[in-house]
């Protein structure tokens, strides 16, 4: 094993984080350094604004205990243990709110009461959840602002769904055009392949340029215009009149040179998603409302999920485009033979393809029940997210460094303009730099708070308020990086954001508990400078002193050069995890072990990989892979392979003995080649131990001795590689490391471990079964 001089050394000459495509970005995406300075029990100490936030007069904290327990810890709800510990800070509303305990006690009793059964029959079930549905189209309208002599409630698997077909439905023609506004989400975007797919053009626009657009001047044809009432990156709300606009300008030329008679030339669809959530629609209030509205009812009720909603303007029924797919009861008639058939006559029978989710539709009854009960009107929840939305940008605009840097880069909420109750903001350290969302994300987590980062499927928003063109975007992504990867900041500047939203029970307290999290862990925090003379080095890289001919690596010529001294450790225990996200071996102290250019030998070599996907399968998200534990039996060069109830499996750490099949993958964010190791044998021990069909996947180099023959700088060419075959070898990409997440040696430290203890013990008044050891941190070297 190395000596532990030799290992610090190295450690301190290995990059933090860097990123395939570019060694320049190993600035941008360097860990946070947190100064030893802050102390965490004045972390709070930063003055918050004196702003009232509305608690629907003191019955807030009652209705998030008794209807909300998900949010606390469970043995903390007793009466008995005093004021209940929260569990979770839920700040993402606006991805989906929370649903109300008795409401889902309501649609177990109801579900196992009376028996819904496909309305399309006629038995005493069918005919009771026909009317069922009925009622909750009904209540539905109320609860929007509007009646079923104005509106139509048509029933599809989500918001997405209902925007789809508003799409389809529009008759657009011929010289007309699909225009949507700047800060549309995806699902309206989307649009525009439909739009093309028809002959019509399709262009983005500014919001404020709608009054133009919509003039008969500039207006030919029939078109759809279609916008957000709520943008869900900045929470920038736009103006519901726009189909009023329409209407009056209009008015007196209904049907003189238009192809659809009576109907404006102009169709609009509103994207009220996110909008109904915290504000009423009011429908009624409008002259003329839009064509379509869109709606996703988990956004506003927590449950049920797979349920949306398009309402459809009555009058605009009869202009509607020939409806072409047919399935289910949608039709009174049709021929097998021919094409012949007839439509259901009411507006929701014809559109509503196949059976409706009528389970779901029953549990909406019981969700607008327990809203009612709990906050009586969505006029009472408007003005208590308000009033936490003021709240909570008082709090976040006050967060400062102790050098006058604002903590936070707040995106919109501008004065005099109209806002709602999101906030997309990014952190910058106290010399004004920009720190990773990801990172942010990741502390988040195992504070125990609930929110969101990226661009949020709002692709023109987050260009305006990140400031970065689409040229731009088309480079990232040239370059591997794609929304919702860890690549949060490139060149210095951010390609997404934090978010925060806040619905129906968000309380004060869950804004302050968020503020002390920022400021415990990010006041006055700073990233780590590079010099110009680390910066050379970063940009020639290590690999400059590696041996052209045979690859190898000589760290011994590097360190004399460039050493200093520093800490001093010693080296307790050397942990490898030959398969990613599952166990780690620990190397035999007597052991020495080859420390190569990737990192540790073997550590990380090998992915589990699901059957038709790309990305290789999580701990987090597949908590079985806990339970493989690999040991590596270095006389035979396997890599056995043991787990509960399995018999202990064998798999070879030598390439040339495996039969390998190259495909696609995306590691880290970043497009990597990696090989299927083909053996049934192997995707069947995985596929029963995990629950999943599985395979197990390896980059062959990682598997190769800096010491081997084999030059360590070159990658297989051939796609297929069969035992006792010569690959063919060509130069490797620079700066690729093994399948590791962020670096190649992962270090922790017993104090660190100690010290972690004892600030969840002074946080905590129960007492643990057990301290959190260093082995939990996942380290390679303790």
Same mark, same amino acid.
């Given at each position: ?54 608690? +629907? ?9 008794? *209807? ?13 243990? !005093? ?33 819904? &059964? ?32 104005? +509106?139509? $409630? ?11 077909? &508003? %799409? ?35 262009? &983005? ?37 726009? #189909? ?17 008679? %009576? ?22 209030? /409008? ?64 559109? *509503? ?22 906050? $009586? ?16 940008? &008082? ?21 005099? #303009?109209?806002? !709602? ?32 980062? !990226? ?16 040229? *731009? ?83 011994? #010529? ?76 270095? *006389? ?23 039969? /390998? ?30 629950? $999943? ?30 035992? !006792? ?58």
């Amino acid at each position: 094993m190395p000596s532990s001089d030799l290992l610090n050394k190295i450690i301190s000459l290995l990059p933090a984080r860097t990123h395939p495509a570019s060694s320049k970005h190993a600035q941008d995406k360097a860990p946070l350094t947190l100064k030893p300075l802050v102390d965490r029990k004045k972390a709070a100490a930063t003055a918050t604004p004196s702003l009232a936030v509305d608690d +629907y007069d003191g019955r807030l904290e009652t209705i998030r205990q008794k *209807e909300y327990p998900q949010l606390f810890e469970p043995k903390s709800l007793k009466p008995s243990r !005093g004021p209940p510990k929260l569990r979770t800070v839920y700040l993402d509303h606006t991805g989906s709110t929370l649903y109300a305990a008795s409401h889902i006690r309501a649609v177990a009793e109801e579900l196992l009461t009376d028996f819904p &059964a496909n309305p399309h029959s006629q038995h005493t079930g069918s005919q009771w959840t026909h009317a069922r549905v009925e009622q909750a189209r009904d209540r539905l309208l109320e609860f929007f602002g509007t009646t079923p002599k104005d +509106y139509a $409630v048509v029933f599809t698997a989500n918001a997405t769904g209902a925007i789809r077909l &508003a %799409g389809e439905l529009t008759p657009m023609t011929k010289g007309g055009t699909f225009r949507y506004a700047r800060e549309s989400h995806n699902s309206v975007v989307g649009l525009r392949n439909l739009a093309s797919d028809r002959g019509i053009a399709t262009q &983005a626009a500014e919001f404020s340029e709608f009054d133009d657009i919509i003039l008969p001047a500039n207006t030919s044809g029939t078109s759809l215009l279609a916008y957000p009432a709520q943008c869900n990156f900045s929470g920038e709300r736009f103006s519901l009149d726009v #189909a009023e606009k329409v209407h009056r300008l209009y008015a007196e030329s209904y049907g003189k040179d238009g192809d659809n008679d %009576g109907h404006p030339p102009w169709w609009v669809l509103l994207d009220a998603a996110g909008y109904v959530s915290s504000s009423p629609l009011k429908l009624d209030m /409008l002259e003329s409302g839009p064509d379509f509205v869109a709606v996703s009812l988990y956004k506003v009720f927590g449950a049920p999920t797979g349920l949306g909603v398009l309402l459809v303007k009555r009058p605009s029924i009869p202009y509607l485009q020939a409806k072409r797919y047919f399935g289910g009861g949608t039709v009174l008639n049709v021929a097998f033979d021919r094409k012949w058939q007839e439509f259901r006559h009411d507006i929701e029978s014809r559109l *509503e393809d196949g059976t409706i989710n009528f389970q779901a539709i029953i549990s909406l009854h019981h969700a607008l029940n327990a809203y009612a009960k709990n906050f $009586v009107s969505i006029d009472n929840v408007a003005q208590h997210i308000t009033s936490v939305t003021k709240y909570a940008l &008082a709090t976040l605009s006050a967060l400062k460094h102790d050098s006058g840097q604002p903590m936070c880069k707040i995106y919109g909420h501008d004065e005099g #303009a109209n806002f !709602g109750p999101i906030m997309a903001f990014n952190l910058k350290d106290m010399h004004g730099q920009y720190i990773g969302y990801a990172d942010v994300e990741r502390l988040s987590v195992m504070a125990g708070v609930a929110l969101r980062t !990226g661009r949020f499927c709002n692709p023109g928003a987050s260009q305006k308020w990140l400031e970065f063109t689409t040229p *731009e975007l088309m480079h990232y992504s040239s370059m591997g990086f794609v929304c919702g990867d860890d690549h949060d900041i490139i060149g210095g500047k951010p390609v997404g954001a934090l978010r925060i939203s806040f619905g129906a029970i968000t309380s004060k307290q869950d804004i302050d508990i968020f503020s002390e999290f920022l400021v415990r862990h990010y006041r006055n925090c700073a990233q780590p400078s590079i010099s110009s003379a680390q910066e050379t080095q970063n940009n020639t890289d290590v690999e400059s002193e590696a041996d052209p001919v045979s690859g190898k690596t000589d760290f011994t #010529a590097v360190i004399d050069e460039t050493s200093k001294p520093g800490l001093q450790v010693e080296i307790d225990q050397v942990l490898i995890y030959p398969i990613k996200s599952c166990r780690g071996w620990v190397v035999p102290s007597e052991m020495p072990w080859e420390l190569t250019r990737f990192g540790l030998k073997f550590d990380r070599s090998f992915v589990i990989m699901r059957q038709n996907d790309i990305v290789p399968m999580q701990q987090k998200r597949f908590p079985k892979m806990a339970l493989i534990r690999p040991h590596i039996n270095t *006389e035979h060069s396997v890599l056995v392979l043991e787990a509960p109830d399995h018999p202990p499996l064998e798999v070879s750490l030598m390439a040339d003995t495996m039969n /390998l099949e190259r495909i696609d993958s995306r590691i880290c964010g970043s497009q990597m080649h990696v090989f299927h190791v083909v053996s049934n044998e192997i995707s069947s021990w995985l596929s029963s131990v995990l629950s $999943v069909t599985c395979f197990l996947a390896c980059e062959p180099r990682l598997l190769l001795s800096d010491t081997s023959e084999v030059p360590i700088d070159l990658m297989y060419e051939s796609d297929t590689l069969s035992p !006792g075959n010569s690959p063919l070898l060509l130069p490797s990409r620079r700066n690729e490391m093994s399948f590791a997440n962020e670096a190649q040696l992962l270090m922790v430290t017993h104090e660190s471990a100690r010290q972690v203890n004892e600030w969840i013990d002074e946080d905590s008044d129960e007492p643990r079964a057990s301290d959190i050891g260093p082995m939990q941190y996942r380290p390679n070297l303790i």
